[in-house]
């Protein structure tokens, strides 16, 4: 009885969610101030009957009601509970419900914290986050139920994919989705404000955090599938450009450039028509994704769902709400250059010239994800861009970004100065070419180490001078605001980043051998002993477990246990085990046995030593934190006096100055 | 005018993956082509799942076309299959032989037993080392091997009632034109 509760308890969230949407609206265009009072309890309303059928899912799971198709299909007798749990989205119809529960999270929020908003936009702000629920709220209902039966009960379920039995990977999907659908937030403020025919630098200022947090969700959800990657799929890379990640990937790069085209509008007024723009684009790459990972359009080894119906139900909702938006853009986007005018040199042309590589750098990823299916369309044939196209071009986009980055900070809003300029060049260039040269020193001169370390010194110096500069013209307390520092860390990721990737990638010494145990083999300054391998029987799976121990000069440093897992289903998984330092890594795969029959015996084995790997995901969350950071600056705070004006009396010259029609 | 050039961008973009939806309604996006097809079947020796003491191989079948079909019963869409092959598996006009994967045999003689048994004969490979051969990556799935032992189709997933009818008959008919 209780699954089909959960069915009526998101039918009743569908209906919230029309009412949430249609009625503000309604309200908002009339000027009805009880119509427009609809949305918060609505909101509120939607999110409890949402809750109750994911926790009613949930339950099903503890409960190994094996009598809903969903349950039996992903968890069964022998699956440890946490992993249960996790189960209510290892698949598409859960994982679906957990992108509207996050949905309305977020919604819930945004009704909390923006009581202090103008009535008519907040109710639209709303409204529009209810449009966004209704589309999923009715994907799931008519195309993806969970709560479907399944007769007759099976004694015992199937398994949950174990690609998603590791730690790393139960928490990916949440994280990614706090992201994706974090970015609804700035997609409804820019409806709102295209809806209403304004966009108040007030507002965007109130908008930023929400981005930033966004951000920080979605860097954390790609770094923590990136560790996934390179712990389970047993060939120690940490990126592939696979279409699943490239999906999640574009969103980033576009929330990267808002966040930056934001912190212009917000500041200084310009780029009001841009910084809406890719308020959609962020949005709707996000969809973009979701429809790209569930519709079985691409195929890859993620997509778990491919069933036409979903795929036409969801290039329609895609269709009017990325349309529609566009549309709504095209017709009423600020015609007029608003904002302070600002000079070639100049803090706005630099976060423009990086705002533009990001988009282009997106649709680059685009392009290229879509590859095949436009050698399809045109009868090309199969077609695959992969590591070689990618490889190539995202660094050479970057290139001028992070060229830069250093500069960015001491660049005045307006017009900069070049002596500034001059001074900081002179400094992170001199820093960056003494630094190669020692790397050259210790690396063999290979080029690509050299140029990684240039790289990152380029920017982490760039970025230590600005922070020793705030700290010697500023007083105590004020040298760092949160904004100011979430900027100075995200940076610095960026320079780890770029350090762990290049550096990484030259320094890493990889092998596969053939070894009986007893053998031992000489990689770096370790030595590698394998000491044989024996069976090992897990809750849902049973394995062959080698044991290798490392030593360096003779002192032990880590006895490692890799794993080759056989799940419930037949799926074979390796288990990598990795030593994890921070300036490097030893990471051993195991490989086939030599001899099928004798597991005891000789094992092809992959040995990596990898220095400086554990950077890239360390400047990852570096960036993340940077996000975060940045959001909690009391300066993005609203203060009641300000927002409250009526937005037709808000013709303060500094927030819109003169405006002429062209 | 500019500032519809987005929303026509997104046009072409609606239009491939419209493209992309129809384009996999009339491919199987599941069908990785086999290496396997039109290559001989690898050799195996397997024991019966009601003898042990039995063993059949791939050269003891020579001669005549047979459907090894992978199944085991903690497989549920086995299950789902089930009934299918119950229905269809005597009107095929050739030998189905039950290939048990990975699979206990009690078990599987317990199952079969319950559901009932359309196969010809069942060989069980316990350790799942033969299928690894086949390129066998779940149950069910089912390969027509033909007289002279070589893999002419394959399917992926339980067969239905439709794929039977579309894909598998068709494939036995084309064998048997082309005997002597």
Same mark, same amino acid.
Not at chain 1, 350 to 373: D, E, Q, R
């Given at each position: 009885?209780?699954?089909?509760?959960? !069915?009526?308890?998101?039918?009743?969230?569908?209906?919230?969610?029309?009412?949430?949407?249609?009625?503000?609206?309604?309200?908002?265009?009339?000027?009805?101030?009880?119509?427009?009072?609809?949305?918060?309890?609505?909101?509120?309303?939607?999110?409890?009957?949402?809750?109750?059928?994911?926790?009613?899912?949930?339950?099903?799971?503890?409960?190994?009601?094996?009598?809903?198709?969903?349950?039996?299909?992903?968890?069964?007798?022998?699956?440890?509970?946490?992993?249960?749990?996790?189960?209510?989205?290892?698949?598409?119809?859960?994982?679906?419900?957990?992108?509207?529960?996050?949905?309305?999270?977020?919604?819930?929020?945004?009704?909390?914290?923006?009581?202090?908003?103008?009535?008519?936009?907040?109710?639209?702000?709303?409204?529009?986050?209810?449009?966004?629920?209704?589309?999923?709220?009715?994907?799931?209902?008519?195309?993806?139920?969970?709560?479907?039966?399944?007769?007759?009960?099976?004694?015992?379920?199937?398994?949950?994919?174990?690609?998603? !039995?590791?730690?790393?990977?139960?928490?990916?999907?949440?994280?990614?989705?706090?992201?994706?659908?974090?970015?609804?937030?700035?997609?409804?403020?820019?409806?709102?404000?295209?809806?209403?025919?304004?966009?108040? !630098?007030?507002?965007?200022?109130?908008?930023?955090?929400?981005?930033?947090?966004?951000?920080?969700?979605?860097?954390?959800?790609?770094?923590?599938?990136?560790?996934?990657?390179?712990?389970?799929?047993?060939?120690?890379?940490?990126?592939?450009?696979?279409?699943?990640?490239?999906?999640?990937?574009?969103?980033?790069?576009?929330?990267?450039?808002?966040?930056?085209?934001?912190?212009?509008?917000?500041?200084?007024?310009?780029?009001?028509?841009?910084?809406?723009?890719?308020?959609?684009?962020?949005?709707?790459?996000?969809?973009?994704?979701?429809?790209?990972?569930?519709?079985?359009?691409?195929?890859?080894?993620?997509?778990?769902?491919?069933?036409?119906?979903?795929?036409?139900?969801?290039?329609?909702?895609?269709?009017?709400?990325?349309?529609?938006?566009?549309?709504?853009?095209?017709?009423?986007?600020?015609?007029?250059?608003?904002?302070?005018?600002?000079?070639?040199?100049?803090?706005?042309?630099?976060?423009?010239?990086?705002?533009?590589?990001?988009?282009?750098?997106?649709?680059?990823?685009?392009?290229?994800?879509?590859?095949?299916?436009?050698?399809?369309?045109?009868?090309?044939?199969?077609?695959?861009?992969?590591?070689?196209?990618?490889?190539?071009?995202?660094?050479?986009?970057?290139?001028?970004?992070?060229?830069?980055?250093?500069?960015?900070?001491?660049?005045?809003?307006?017009?900069?100065?070049?002596?500034?300029?001059?001074?900081?060049?002179?400094?992170?260039?001199?820093?960056?070419?003494?630094?190669?040269?020692?790397?050259?020193?210790?690396?063999?001169?290979?080029?690509?180490?050299?140029?990684?370390?240039?790289?990152?010194?380029?920017?982490?110096?760039?970025?230590?001078?600005?922070?020793?500069?705030?700290?010697?013209?500023?007083?105590?307390?004020?040298?760092?605001?949160?904004?100011?520092?979430?900027?100075?860390?995200?940076?610095?990721?960026?320079?780890?980043?770029?350090?762990?990737?290049?550096?990484?990638?030259?320094?890493?010494?990889?092998?596969?051998?053939?070894?009986?145990?007893?053998?031992?083999?000489?990689?770096?300054?370790?030595?590698?002993?394998?000491?044989?391998?024996?069976?090992?029987?897990?809750?849902?799976?049973?394995?062959?477990?080698?044991?290798?121990?490392?030593?360096?000069?003779?002192?032990?440093?880590?006895?490692?246990?890799?794993?080759?897992?056989?799940?419930?289903?037949?799926?074979?998984?390796?288990?990598?085990?990795?030593?994890a330092g921070v300036m490097r890594d030893l990471y051993v795969a195991l490989g086939?046995?030599?001899?099928?029959?004798?597991?005891?015996?000789?094992?092809?084995?992959?040995?990596?030593?990898?220095?400086?790997?554990?950077?890239?995901?360390?400047?990852?969350?570096?960036?993340?934190?940077?996000?975060?950071?940045?959001?909690?600056?009391?300066?993005f705070r609203l203060k009641r006096s300000a927002a409250m004006q009526p937005t037709?009396?808000?013709?303060?010259?500094?927030?819109?100055? !003169?405006?002429?029609?062209? | 005018?500019?500032?519809?050039?987005?929303?026509?961008?997104?046009?072409?973009?609606?239009?491939?993956?419209?493209?992309?939806?129809?384009?996999?309604?009339?491919?199987?996006?599941?069908?990785?082509?086999?290496?396997?097809?039109?290559?001989?079947?690898?050799?195996?020796?397997?024991?019966?799942?009601?003898?042990?003491?039995?063993?059949?191989?791939?050269?003891?079948?020579?001669?005549?076309?047979?459907?090894?079909?992978?199944?085991?019963?903690?497989?549920?869409?086995?299950?789902?299959?089930?009934?299918?092959?119950?229905?269809?598996?005597?009107?095929?006009?050739?030998?189905?032989?039950?290939?048990?994967?990975?699979?206990?045999?009690?078990?599987?003689?317990?199952?079969?037993?319950?559901?009932?048994?359309?196969?010809?004969?069942?060989?069980?490979?316990?350790?799942?080392?033969?299928?690894?051969?086949?390129?066998?990556?779940?149950?069910?799935?089912?390969?027509?091997?033909?007289?002279?032992?070589?893999?002419?189709?394959?399917?992926?997933?339980?067969?239905?009632?439709?794929?039977?009818?579309?894909?598998l008959k068709p494939a036995i008919a084309a064998l048997q034109k082309e005997a002597?």
């Amino acid at each position: 009885m209780t699954p089909e509760l959960g !069915q009526l308890a998101l039918i009743l969230a569908l209906l919230l969610a029309l009412t949430q949407s249609i009625l503000p609206l309604l309200g908002a265009w009339r000027g009805n101030h009880a119509l427009m009072a609809v949305a918060r309890p609505a909101a509120a309303g939607q999110a409890v009957f949402v809750a109750l059928a994911f926790g009613i899912l949930a339950w099903a799971f503890m409960r190994f009601d094996f009598s809903v198709q969903y349950v039996a299909d992903n968890s069964n007798l022998a699956l440890p509970w946490y992993y249960r749990f996790a189960a209510v989205w290892g698949a598409h119809e859960g994982s679906l419900l957990l992108w509207i529960l996050i949905l309305n999270l977020w919604t819930v929020a945004l009704a909390m914290f923006s009581q202090k908003l103008p009535e008519v936009f907040a109710a639209r702000v709303l409204a529009v986050m209810g449009l966004i629920a209704v589309g999923f709220l009715a994907f799931t209902i008519f195309t993806s139920n969970p709560f479907g039966r399944l007769l007759p009960m099976p004694g015992d379920g199937a398994d949950l994919n174990p690609v998603l !039995q590791d730690p790393g990977m139960t928490m990916h999907p949440p994280m990614l989705y706090m992201g994706y659908v974090g970015f609804s937030v700035a997609f409804a403020f820019s409806i709102a404000a295209l809806l209403g025919g304004e966009l108040e !630098q007030a507002w965007v200022r109130w908008a930023r955090p929400w981005t930033n947090i966004a951000w920080g969700f979605l860097t954390f959800g790609i770094v923590a599938g990136s560790w996934w990657a390179y712990a389970e799929l047993g060939w120690g890379g940490w990126w592939f450009w696979d279409p699943v990640e490239n999906a999640s990937f574009m969103p980033w790069l576009v929330g990267l450039a808002l966040i930056h085209a934001q912190a212009v509008t917000e500041k200084r007024g310009s780029l009001r028509a841009w910084t809406i723009l890719l308020s959609i684009f962020a949005f709707s790459l996000s969809l973009l994704g979701t429809f790209l990972v569930r519709s079985g359009v691409l195929t890859s080894v993620h997509a778990f769902a491919s069933d036409p119906r979903r795929g036409v139900f969801i290039l329609l909702f895609l269709t009017i709400v990325i349309g529609g938006s566009l549309l709504l853009y095209a017709l009423r986007a600020p015609k007029v250059a608003h904002g302070k005018p600002f000079k070639v040199l100049s803090r706005e042309t630099a976060l423009l010239i990086g705002n533009l590589m990001f988009v282009v750098a997106a649709a680059m990823v685009l392009l290229g994800t879509l590859f095949p299916l436009i050698g399809d369309a045109l009868s090309l044939g199969r077609i695959s861009v992969g590591q070689p196209y990618f490889g190539l071009l995202f660094p050479l986009l970057m290139a001028p970004a992070v060229f830069l980055m250093p500069f960015g900070p001491f660049l005045r809003w307006g017009q900069g100065e070049p002596a500034v300029v001059k001074g900081v060049l002179l400094r992170v260039a001199i820093a960056a070419v003494a630094c190669a040269l020692v790397a050259a020193f210790l690396a063999d001169a290979q080029p690509k180490a050299m140029l990684g370390t240039a790289a990152a010194v380029w920017v982490v110096v760039g970025v230590t001078l600005y922070a020793y500069k705030r700290w010697r013209e500023h007083p105590r307390g004020r040298r760092f605001p949160a904004e100011m520092a979430g900027m100075l860390l995200a940076h610095l990721g960026v320079g780890i980043f770029i350090a762990g990737v290049l550096l990484s990638e030259t320094l890493s010494v990889t092998t596969d051998v053939r070894m009986a145990p007893g053998e031992t083999q000489h990689i770096g300054s370790y030595d590698f002993r394998f000491d044989g391998a024996h069976s090992l029987v897990g809750p849902n799976w049973h394995a062959e477990q080698g044991v290798v121990t490392v030593t360096r000069n003779g002192n032990p440093v880590a006895v490692m246990h890799p794993q080759k897992r056989t799940y419930l289903r037949g799926q074979v998984q390796t288990e990598s085990a990795v030593k994890a330092g921070v300036m490097r890594d030893l990471y051993v795969a195991l490989g086939e046995p030599m001899d099928a029959a004798n597991v005891a015996g000789a094992w092809s084995l992959r040995l990596y030593y990898k220095p400086f790997i554990r950077w890239i995901w360390g400047g990852g969350l570096l960036m993340m934190l940077g996000g975060f950071t940045c959001a909690a600056d009391k300066r993005f705070r609203l203060k009641r006096s300000a927002a409250m004006q009526p937005t037709t009396h808000v013709r303060n010259d500094e927030l819109r100055p !003169q405006e002429t029609v062209a | 005018m500019s500032r519809l050039l987005p929303f026509f961008g997104f046009l072409l973009l609606v239009a491939l993956f419209g493209f992309g939806i129809w384009w996999n309604t009339q491919h199987d996006p599941n069908e990785v082509p086999s290496p396997l097809i039109n290559r001989p079947a690898p050799a195996f020796a397997l024991p019966l799942l009601d003898d042990p003491t039995r063993t059949v191989s791939k050269a003891s079948l020579l001669g005549k076309p047979y459907i090894l079909n992978v199944f085991a019963s903690w497989c549920i869409a086995c299950g789902e299959e089930h009934p299918t092959l119950m229905a269809e598996g005597s009107q095929l006009g050739i030998p189905l032989i039950g290939y048990n994967y990975k699979d206990q045999p009690e078990d599987a003689r317990a199952w079969l037993a319950r559901h009932g048994n359309p196969y010809h004969m069942v060989i069980a490979d316990l350790p799942g080392r033969t299928a690894i051969d086949f390129g066998v990556y779940g149950a069910p799935e089912s390969f027509l091997v033909d007289a002279h032992g070589v893999i002419r189709y394959k399917h992926i997933g339980p067969f239905t009632p439709q794929i039977i009818a579309t894909e598998l008959k068709p494939a036995i008919a084309a064998l048997q034109k082309e005997a002597p």
